[in-house]
C-alpha cells in the first residue's frame, strides 16, 4: 500500500511538542509522486450555508405568518472535507415592527477591540442609483498582533472587501460582484526552544475575484435559468499562483404540471504556476429529470464529468448515475433515497480554505466520489420541532487527508489515498423553534473510514457536531450561543514515526448584541470560553478564552 503524499489543504490546529527528530524508520512517499491508480476523495469560526438549490419554480415573495413560518433544512449535500463543518447559525427573523424600523437603517459601520491585541472593524453600504439598479458595499478587518505562543510569531490578520451591483427587470436580473481578501500569519507550528526569523515564517494569501451573471426572475415563465461566470486569481508568499474562470448554468423547463427537465452544466479552467505551469480544467453536464406530486417527488439523470491534468498527464471523462426519491407518507414527515457521484474538484484555493498551513508546491489532485448511497427521514413534528437523519455510504479515489511535512513539521503535505476508500457517515439534526424568540439547532455527524493505502484519515474527525441557539429577549437585547465538537482527528510525525491522537475539541461561543438607541448598539463576543488551547491540526495550538467588545453605528 502506498500512500501518495503532496502539500495542500485547510483550516483551524491545535498544538503538541514535538519530538525529539529522528529519522523515520519507513520515509513517507516523497512529495509529488502521484499514483496512477484510480483513488478518491470526499468543512475559523464561520460556517458557511451552501446555497439553496433553486427548483426553478419561483414563489412570489411573501411577509410569512408565525404560523407559516417554517424552519429551513440544513441537511444540504456538503462535499467530505478536512476542515471544521461550523455552521452560520441561522438568525431569527427580526420580529415586523423592528424590520420596518431596520429599513430606514441600511448602512452600519462597527468597530471593536479585544485581548491577544485584537481589533475589528467592518462597514457595510449600499443605495439605489436607479429605480431598477441598486449597488452595495462592505469591508472587513479582524487582526491579533499577538498568538497562542510566541507572541507576534502567531499574529493573524484578515482583510475583506466586497463590491456588489444588480440591475433588475421584470423578465431578468443582471448581478456583478467584485471582491478582494488579504489574509495574513504565520507558520508557528515549529520546534521549541528555536530562535526564529519571522520573515521566514509569514504566509501571506491574496484572491481577488470578479463575477457576473444572469438569471430569470419571471415567476410566470416556463424556462428558468441561471448563468453565471467568474474570474478568481490567489498568490501567496511563496510565489505560487493559481488563476481560474468558471462558469456555471442551471435551466429547467415544464413539461407538464408534474414533470420538469433540469440541466446543469459548469466549466472550471485552472492555472496553477507554483514551479513547473499546471493546467486543470473540468467541465461538467448534468441532464436530469423531476417528477413530483403530493405524495412523491423523484428525481433522475445522469452527471458526466471530465477532467484533465497537464502535470500527470490526466485526461478522462467519466458518467455517474443520479437518482433521488423522497415520500410523503403523512403531514410534513419525509423519506428519502438515493445514489449519487461525481469528481470533486481540489485546487490550491480549495485545500487552503481547509488548511492554511500548507507547504510550497503541494500536489493537487480531485477526488472521485465513485457512488455515494444515502437514506434517511426529515419532517416537522410540530411545535416548532423538526429533524433530519441521514445515512451515507460512498466509495472514493484520492481520498485525501492533510499531515505535517518531513522534516519541517511546521507545514502541512496533502496526502492521498491512490486506491479505493469508503466512508459511512451517519449524520443527525433536531430544530426548535419558539415563536420569534428562540431558535436551537443541534447536529451530530458520525464518520468511519476504510482506506487502502493511508494508514489513517489525517486530521479527520470522527465525531463532528454542533448546537447554536438564538434568543431574543426583548427589543433591545438580542444573544446567540453555539457548541462546536470534534473528536478523532490523528496526525503522525515522519521525524519520530510517531502517530498522535489529538485531544477532543469543546469550543464554546457566546455573543450579546444590546441596542443603545434606534441607531447605536453595543456588542460583546466571547469566543473559546473553555480557555483550552486546543489544536485542531498538529502543532498547531488555537487561542484559549478571547473576546471582542464594540460598537455599533447603522444610518
Known amino acids: 500500500m502506498i500512500a501518495i503524499v503532496s502539500g495542500s489543504l485547510l483550516l483551524q490546529a491545535v498544538d503538541v511538542r514535538a519530538q525529539q527528530p529522528q529519522r523515520p524508520t519507513t520515509p513517507p512517499v516523497r512529495e509529488g509522486e502521484v499514483d496512477n491508480q ?8 464561520k460556517i458557511e450555508m451552501p446555497a439553496a438549490n433553486r427548483l426553478f419554480n419561483k414563489i412570489p415573495s411573501i411577509k410569512p405568518s408565525n404560523e407559516q413560518r417554517k424552519l429551513t433544512y440544513e441537511f444540504n449535500d456538503r462535499s467530505l472535507s478536512v476542515g471544521d463543518p461550523k455552521l452560520n447559525p441561522s438568525a431569527l427573523p427580526i420580529p415586523a415592527a423592528q424590520a420596518e424600523q431596520q429599513e430606514l437603517f441600511n448602512n452600519y459601520v462597527k ?36 498568538g497562542p505562543v510566541d507572541g507576534k510569531n502567531s499574529a493573524t490578520s484578515e482583510n475583506r472587501l466586497k463590491l456588489n451591483g444588480n440591475y433588475q427587470t421584470d423578465a431578468f436580473k443582471l448581478s456583478a460582484n467584485l471582491g478582494y481578501d488579504r489574509e495574513a500569519f504565520y507558520f508557528y507550528g515549529y520546534r521549541r526552544p528555536q530562535e526564529i526569523d519571522r520573515a521566514t515564517i509569514r504566509q501571506k494569501l491574496t484572491t481577488t475575484q470578479f463575477r457576473v451573471g444572469i438569471e430569470n426572475v419571471d415567476p410566470d415563465k416556463n424556462i428558468d435559468y441561471s448563468l453565471k461566470t467568474g474570474i478568481f486569481n490567489l498568490t501567496d508568499n511563496y510565489e505560487a499562483t493559481e488563476f481560474e474562470w468558471g462558469t456555471n448554468l442551471k435551466g ?45 417527488t423523484a428525481t433522475f439523470g445522469v452527471n458526466a464529468v471530465n477532467e484533465s491534468d497537464k502535470r500527470q498527464s490526466i485526461n478522462r471523462t467519466r458518467a455517474f448515475p443520479v437518482l433521488d426519491i423522497d415520500v410523503v407518507p403523512a403531514g ?3 423519506f428519502f433515497a438515493g445514489v449519487d457521484g461525481d469528481i470533486n474538484r481540489n485546487t490550491l484555493r480549495s485545500l487552503l480554505s481547509e488548511n492554511r498551513w500548507l507547504a510550497p508546491k503541494v500536489v493537487l489532485a480531485n477526488t472521485e466520489k465513485t457512488w455515494d448511497i444515502y437514506g434517511g427521514s426529515k419532517g416537522e413534528l410540530g411545535g416548532g420541532i423538526s429533524y433530519e437523519g441521514k445515512v451515507s455510504y460512498a466509495r472514493y479515489r484520492n481520498f485525501y487527508g492533510f499531515n505535517n511535512t518531513w522534516p519541517d513539521t511546521s507545514q502541512f503535505f496533502v496526502v492521498y ?70 473528536q478523532g482527528m490523528k496526525g503522525k510525525n515522519f521525524v519520530t514515526n510517531q502517530i498522535v491522537t489529538l485531544k477532543p475539541i469543546w469550543d464554546v461561543n457566546l455573543k450579546i448584541d444590546y441596542f443603545l438607541g434606534k441607531q447605536v448598539s453595543a456588542f460583546v463576543s466571547l469566543n473559546n470560553i473553555t480557555g483550552s488551547n486546543y489544536q485542531r491540526y498538529l502543532y498547531y495550538p488555537q487561542q484559549g478564552l478571547n473576546f471582542l467588545g464594540g460598537l455599533s453605528y447603522s444610518f
Open 417 to 486: 489515498d491512490g486506491n479505493r476508500s469508503h466512508v459511512l457517515t451517519v449524520s443527525g439534526q433536531v430544530g426548535y423553534t419558539y415563536k420569534e424568540i428562540f431558535r436551537s439547532t443541534l447536529r451530530a455527524d458520525f464518520y468511519d473510514y476504510t482506506l487502502s493505502r493511508m494508514e489513517e484519515a489525517w486530521h479527520r474527525p470522527t465525531i463532528s457536531g454542533n448546537w447554536s441557539n438564538s434568543f431574543i429577549v426583548n427589543k433591545k437585547l438580542f444573544i446567540t450561543a453555539d457548541l462546536y465538537h470534534y
Open 111 to 146: 468597530v471593536g477591540a479585544g485581548n491577544y491585541g485584537s481589533f475589528f472593524g467592518e462597514a457595510f453600504g449600499s443605495g439605489q442609483v436607479m429605480d431598477n439598479v441598486s449597488v452595495d458595499g462592505s469591508y472587513k478587518h479582524l487582526s491579533s498582533s499577538v
Open 332 to 334: 410534513n414527515i419525509h
Open 252 to 296: 429547467s423547463v415544464g413539461i407538464t404540471d408534474n414533470f420538469n427537465a433540469l440541466f446543469a452544466a459548469d466549466a472550471y479552467v485552472t492555472q496553477r504556476t507554483d514551479g513547473p505551469v499546471d493546467n486543470r480544467n473540468l467541465f461538467r453536464v448534468k441532464p436530469t429529470f423531476k417528477y413530483s406530486n403530493s405524495f412523491l
Open 38 to 45: 484510480e483513488v478518491t476523495i470526499e468543512k475559523n469560526r
